[in-house]
T-cell receptor
Framework: DAMVIQNPRYQVTQFGKPVTLSCSQT?????MYWYQQKSSQAPKLLFH???????NEADTPDNFQSRRPNTSFCFLDIRSPGLGDAAMYLC??????????????FGPGTRLTVT | AQTVTQSQPEMSVQEAETVTLSCTYD???????LFWYKQPPSRQMILVIR??????QNATENRFSVNFQKAAKSFSLKISDSQLGDTAMYFC???????????????FGQGTRLTINP
């Protein structure tokens, strides 16, 4: 089945130690999104890629970066994790404008713990 | 900017009952999409149902249906014959398909935690 895969499912890192989360998709979608979700809250969009074009949300901290080396893969880099960055990180994909039907497909998430 | 409001932080019903989750939104757009997503405990978020604003007919997917009131900007989700597996956080979301940079960003409500009791 076509899907969105996130690795690892659980990640523990130390305060200030860089960490990378990965996402891959077999849906061949143009758009890939990264969300941060804290407990019992709605997901918060950090940034997205439309093909190779990177689009940052205005309030995403500089500590968060992303890479998309090809259509299938997208990475979230947290350069210096703080305790406030502990959260679930969700990757999602969509087909892109004009292609419809527009819904986003989510991966299972990576739960990041910062010690 | 669009906003989405879910006024029920938590709900609880007995198995087999019908439950309705509320959602209101604010937009000046005429063409948009509305979604209900389900996020079970420790499991991934999945799409429950989708409604195109230009369609007057309410969307239905098996036990799930919506009551879309465009003029009132209301989009409620009805779950009939509720099952234990329906226990989850439910998010209402708005999307403008003409968003910039080719992406269709979702604007989420705060979520409603639904518990189905045996």
């Amino acid at each position: 089945d076509a899907m969105v895969i996130q690795n690892p499912r659980y990640q523990v890192t130390q305060f200030g130690k860089p960490v990378t989360l990965s996402c891959s998709q077999t849906l061949n979608h143009n758009v890939m999104y990264w969300y941060q979700q804290k407990s019992s809250q709605a997901p918060k969009l950090l940034f997205h890629y439309y093909d190779k074009d990177f689009n940052n949300e205005a309030d995403t901290p500089d500590n968060f970066q992303s890479r998309r080396p090809n259509t299938s893969f997208c990475f979230l880099d947290i350069r210096s994790p703080g305790l406030g960055d502990a959260a679930m990180y969700l990757c999602a994909t969509s087909r892109g404008r004009a292609l419809g039907p527009y819904e986003q497909y989510f991966g299972p998430g990576t739960r990041l713990t910062v010690t | 900017a669009q906003t989405v409001t879910q006024s029920q932080p938590e709900m609880s019903v007995q198995e087999a009952e019908t439950v309705t989750l509320s959602c209101t939104y604010d937009t000046s757009e005429n063409n948009y999409y509305l979604f209900w997503y389900k996020q079970p405990p420790s499991r991934q978020m999945i799409l429950v149902i989708r409604q195109e604003a230009y369609k007057q007919q309410n969307a239905t997917e098996n036990r799930f249906s919506v009551n879309f009131q465009k003029a009132a900007k209301s989009f409620s989700l009805k779950i009939s014959d509720s099952q234990l597996g329906d226990t989850a956080m439910y998010f209402c979301a708005f999307m403008n398909p003409t968003g910039a940079q080719g992406a269709q960003k979702l604007v989420f409500g705060q979520g409603t935690r639904l518990t189905i009791n045996p």
